[in-house]
């Protein structure tokens, strides 16, 4: 991989004593950082307040290509390349508590990552990512006029496959705490607006890189949105968009000014196969990128059973 040493992404890398093979790995590790925190909802999904006792079962598959990285929002003159292969296993059961509509969840990724083209030196990387274990409390949940309103925090726990010396990692050897909100209401009969925000606070990793360097990161922020519309009883389109920044990492207490400050937009539909089963499809695509890899594509399949 080469960089430009005018690319003050070198410099900083450099500065910390890494030699050239190591950038691109360093690189890529702080940009899978970044853009692994964020907690990406689907439309409706805190419009999901199941009654008490309930259960249900996602299965989550995502592929996305890079194409483009980015440093202090120039683009790197390389012919980058990291594709993905990301899937999530995710369980949830509703109670109810008091007044309130309440769930426990765990969610478990898994999935490969490869280095192309320029960044093929990177490999690859297969396994399982870290445990999440997640509750969402709903303090609105009215659906004769469509309104919810959750609050949910995430855990993260280092369980998944990391290894030092490899430049690719599924887990981050960190515990990470996500807090999150959404809002949904009615705009019309078949019209529903979704708002969620979320921040993420993390760990520190004392074991980055075959270096062995300390990784602490900033608190991250997201902001969410989608327009749905109800087509049919079972069929729904949305399109929405969202917005990443902050997050900024340090390596053994110097700033690398990385935060990915990343905006995108995501279409797609769901529809009901059975009154049990529902399938949901997502496109989407970076529109910009500050540092890090630039998304040219990603396509999401979610597949829910409500047991």
């Given at each position: ?10 410099a ?14 360093g ?12 907690i ?8 999901a ?27 790197v ?21 008091g ?6 969840q ?6 490969r ?5 320029d ?9 399982v990512?870290?445990?999440?274990l997640?509750s ?13 309103w ?17 430049p ?5 050897n960190?515990?990470?705490?996500i ?48 327009l ?5 009883p ?9 917005q ?9 207490g ?13 279409v ?19 529109v910009s ?19």
């Open positions: 991989m080469e960089i430009s040493t005018r690319t003050p992404a070198r900083r890398f450099m500065a910390c004593g890494f030699d050239t093979s190591t950038i691109g790995a690189l890529v590790l702080a940009t899978l950082a970044g853009n692994a925190q964020a990406d909802v689907d439309a409706g999904e805190y419009a307040a199941l009654p008490a006792g309930s259960n249900i079962g996602l299965l989550y598959l995502q592929h996305a290509q890079r194409r483009e990285l980015y440093s202090d929002g120039h683009k003159a390389v012919k980058a390349g990291l594709d993905s292969d990301v899937g999530i296993v995710r369980v949830a059961n509703y109670q109810q508590l007044d309130y509509t309440i769930n426990t765990f969610l478990l990724p898994f999935g990552l490869e280095g192309t083209r960044n093929d030196a990177l490999g690859q990387a297969n396994g990512g870290d445990l999440i997640a969402t409390l709903w303090l609105v949940n009215d659906p004769a006029k469509n309104r919810y959750g609050i949910a925090p995430y855990l993260i726990a280092p369980t998944g496959n990391y290894d030092r010396n490899d690719l990692n599924l887990g981050e960190r515990w990470r705490m807090v999150q909100t959404g809002y949904v209401t009615g705009l019309t009969e078949k019209l529903s607006l979704d708002l969620t925000a979320d921040v993420t606070v993390y760990g520190k990793n004392d074991d980055y890189t075959s270096q062995g360097l300390t990784l602490r990161q900033k608190p991250q922020w997201q902001a969410q949105t989608y749905r519309y109800a087509v049919t079972k069929l729904s389109v949305h399109v929405g968009a969202s990443l920044w902050g997050g900024e990492t340090r390596l053994d110097q700033g690398q000014h990385d935060e990915p400050n990343t905006s995108k937009y995501r797609g539909g769901s529809y009901w196969l059975t009154p049990t089963f529902q399938a949901l499809v997502n496109y989407g695509q970076d990128v500050d540092n890090g890899f630039k998304e040219n594509q990603r396509v999401n399949l979610r597949l829910l059973w409500v047991f």
